[in-house]
């Protein structure tokens, strides 16, 4: 059995004829439950130490400054308080929807850096220190001026410094967040495909290196630069992708997850998992639902 409808889909304030929404909170608590919504979000949060920000099937407690971008329109996020005892959190959320890059303006040169990362953000993307220093200001003028022409202008200022950051750090894994995401390269896009369409059966180096026409070992050096991953962490968190999303889905019990993403070994699932997600996966389950709400 399934389980349905108990993520809320948020709908957000932004208007049709706006180019983006902006909200300026400030708060002692996070208090809104887990959600996802169709429109573009930038979150930035300061003073909120000890908030614990999930994204996907991402989990992290957050410092003092925290920046993401989110345009996955099914990717699951929330910030919920946990340790955080600040009673002086400043939160500032600017929504904006996808076509505010009208009819293939998104693809022209200029943009290229902007496109790319609107892409990698559909799996969520957390912004270092030095690139929220970089738009504190403008981010702070934005939330109180008027939504005219220079507002606008503001925000794609924004957006392109953000976009030349290439340290920028990709939360949730793809497969968790629905998202086909694959490499410049021909060849590792082959793989990646390969893995994607055969993540529940043994995969072995020699059919992807054959996949490719490299030997074994050129192979595993090939994808490991062209991706920033090994082959057996890129595969392992594939399948943990697809094992926490049907966590999250579905009633099936660990040991049939296990075995169904692609795992023989129900010890070493429980065991990587823990590594890779910071808690077990009975745990996992358990604390993403307990902040879902039943929207009917």
């Known amino acids: 059995m399934e389980n349905q409808n108990y993520i809320i889909r948020e709908i957000t304030p ?13 708060k002692t608590e996070f208090t809104y439950p887990i959600h996802c919504h169709a429109e573009y979000e930038l979150n930035f949060t300061e003073h909120a ?33 946990h340790e955080c005892t600040s009673r002086e959190i400043r939160e500032i959320t600017v929504q904006f929807s996808s076509d505010l890059f009208f009819k293939g303006f998104i693809n022209k040169n200029q943009f290229d850096s902007i496109r ?100 074994p070992v050129s192979f595993s050096r090939f994808f490991r630069l062209r991706t920033g991953k090994t082959l057996s962490d890129y595969i392992i968190d594939i399948r943990l992708g697809f094992a926490t999303r049907l966590l999250v889905d579905s009633t099936r019990t660990i040991a049939e997850i296990c075995y169904d993403c692609g795992f023989n070994n129900l010890s070493n699932f429980n065991r990587m998992f823990k590594r890779k997600k910071g808690s077990a996966p009975k745990e996992f389950r358990e604390n993403y639902r307990k902040k879902k709400k039943i929207v009917i």
């Open 14 to 26: 932004l208007s049709d004829r706006d180019c983006f929404y902006v909200a300026d909170r400030r």
């Open 49 to 81: 130490s000890g908030v614990r920000r999930m994204v996907g099937d991402s989990s992290e407690v957050i410092g003092d400054y925290d920046l993401v971008l989110i345009t996955g329109r099914e990717l699951e996020h929330v910030w919920e308080q």
């Open 116 to 215: 790319r990362m609107l892409e990698r953000a559909q799996c969520g993307l957390c912004f270092p220190m030095q690139a929220i220093m970089k738009v504190y200001n403008w981010l702070d003028n934005l939330a109180s001026e008027e939504q005219g022409f220079y507002a606008v202008m503001n925000f794609l200022r924004i957006l392109y410094e953000l976009s030349l950051y290439d340290d920028a750090r990709v939360l949730s894994s793809s497969s968790f967040a629905k998202i086909e995401t694959f490499s410049d390269s021909r060849r590792v896009q082959k793989v990646q495909k390969y893995i994607a369409e055969h993540y529940q059966e043994e995969i072995r180096l020699t059919t992807l290196a054959d996949i490719v026409g490299m030997t």
